[in-house]
């Protein structure tokens, strides 16, 4: 059973006119925060106004690197190989970094967005490009990855310092890969289920595929979706219910 698990959410994902997400009212409730660097989201203005929030509530700064598809939001696959993987996120998070250091604070991990973090899951070359992008950082920053994927093992395998993310509002297969969003079984909207699944997950190391066969996983962070209806109230049910199994919110090493 985890003592500590960090609770994390990805914001930062307004751009322009364009608003998404809670993120003012949201940020208390976290202990890190994956912050869209502009390529599937955000722009210099939020990530800016983000970052100052994230300092604000002693939170933990990410860098959010997506694929170039601000139409797609970053959730469509894109064919690229490992050298643009490790481009484009070398890019986004030196962005970040910048905008971290600015505000008196450090870049403490990299977790990629949506669909480059789906292909990478599973594919040894995408996850070769984006760790050698966060190994290329140094500063000791960590990479967040897929409990069980193919990016964790070559993130260990490379060295770097490897946080294991759970989802709290999505189902996952029998491999322990997340259903896609394609599939209409992907997402849980009921409160309470997505709450037991947390709990099992940081206190049991395991939850239940589409399929009711046990999947093993490791609950170093669980991942809050910001721009889902009720993001706030769920993040607020979810700490008292980590609080009354004496988890505390912690962001990673």
Avoid at 119 to 134: E, N, P
Wanted: glycine share 8%; proline share 3%.
């Amino acid at each position: 059973m985890n003592a500590t698990v960090d609770l994390n959410a990805d914001v930062g994902e307004s751009f322009g006119a364009w608003r998404m997400g809670q993120d003012a009212a949201l940020m208390p409730y976290l202990t890190s925060a994956n912050i869209a660097c502009g390529f599937h989201a955000g722009d210099p203005k939020t990530i800016a106004y983000t970052v100052a929030l994230a300092v604000e509530h002693q939170v933990a700064i990410g860098a959010h690197p997506g694929l170039p598809d601000l139409v797609g939001f970053g959730r469509r696959n894109m064919s690229i190989i490992e050298e643009e993987a490790y481009q484009i996120v070398l890019y986004q998070a030196g962005a970040m970094r910048a905008f971290a250091q600015a505000a008196g604070s450090r870049l403490h991990h990299v977790k990629a967005h949506g669909a480059l973090y789906n292909m990478a899951a599973s594919d040894a070359q995408l996850s070769r490009g984006i760790v050698r992008a966060v190994k290329a950082l140094g500063d000791q920053v960590a990479i967040v990855v897929l409990s069980g994927s193919v990016t964790e093992q070559i993130a260990r395998e490379a060295g770097i310092h490897v946080s294991c993310e759970v989802f709290a509002d999505r189902r996952y297969q029998d491999n322990g890969l997340l259903v896609p969003r394609s599939d209409p079984r992907a997402l849980i909207t009921d409160e309470q289920e997505s709450i037991a699944q947390v709990v099992m997950m940081v206190t049991q190391g395991r939850c239940m595929s589409v399929n009711g066969q046990a999947v093993a996983v490791r609950a170093d962070t669980v991942c809050l979706h910001g721009d889902q209806d009720g993001a706030l109230a769920f993040a607020q049910a979810l700490r008292q219910a980590l609080a009354s199994h004496a988890v505390t919110p912690r962001a990673f090493p």
